[in-house]
């Protein structure tokens, strides 16, 4: 069972572009977690989906960042029109329930933004 | 508000010793609390799980321990390797916080050979 992939692992995107992330959860686990780490702080909680619906994103910002968990394919991170700001890891997690199931963690996706 | 709150930030012992790291959080309504590891440019490992139900658990060399009344958790590390060398992280779910993860800020560890 591959655990939690996300791809691609390191991504540099210019100012005004369009970044995409992508995480794969782990076989059977319908929810899936998205946060950020900016360099030398803690993981901030952005997003939390199940398959076609958005649960909880109270750590989104109100523009340019969006996500996506659709019935067939992986989930989706974007963010438009980057800024230098948005340079960070993204980290994806996944667990087969809510309540009391364990999150599994991808090993991030790493975006500078140039 | 919730809040996850880790001490010391930083700690740096010798190669052999036991340790431990220090994890609190307001507010004791959790469905349960995770240890992670980060190595520098890495992804995250869990380390152990603990439900709220439960008081400790173990793997190999480290233990976790929960008091939820007091809004505690400790990860204890015996006999320290350099390998042990990492950040290590704690993380709260809540039962009013839609199954998401509070991560604290993470204890630096570095062990000296």
């Known amino acids: 069972n591959a655990g939690v992939m996300q791809n691609p692992r390191h991504l540099v995107r210019r100012r005004g572009q369009e970044a995409r992330l992508r995480c794969s959860p782990m076989k059977g686990h319908s929810h899936v977690y998205w946060y950020r780490q900016l360099p030398e702080e803690g993981l901030k909680f952005m997003v939390y989906l199940q398959k076609e619906n958005i649960i909880d994103e109270s750590g989104m910002p109100k523009e340019r960042f969006s996500a996506e968990f659709p019935k067939e394919g992986p989930s989706i991170l974007r963010i438009q029109q980057v800024v230098r700001g948005d340079s960070a890891a993204y980290f994806c997690?996944?667990?087969?329930?809510?309540?009391?199931?364990?999150?599994?963690f991808g090993q991030g996706t790493r975006l500078t933004v140039v | 508000k919730q809040e996850v709150t880790q001490i010391p930030a930083a700690l740096s012992v010798p190669e052999g010793e036991n340790l431990v790291l220090n994890c609190s959080f307001t507010d004791s309504a959790i469905y349960n609390l995770q240890w992670f590891r980060q190595d520098p440019g890495k992804g995250l490992t869990s380390l152990l799980l603990i439900q709220s139900s439960q008081r400790e658990q173990t793997s190999g060399r480290l233990n976790a321990s929960l008091d939820k009344s007091s809004g505690r958790s400790t990860l204890y590390i015996a006999a320290s390797q350099p390998g042990d060398s990492a950040t290590y992280l704690c993380a709260v779910k809540w039962m009013d916080s839609s199954y998401k993860l509070i991560f604290g800020s993470g204890t630096r560890l570095l062990v000296r050979p």
């Open positions: 997690a996944s667990s087969p329930t809510g309540e009391n199931t364990e999150a599994f």
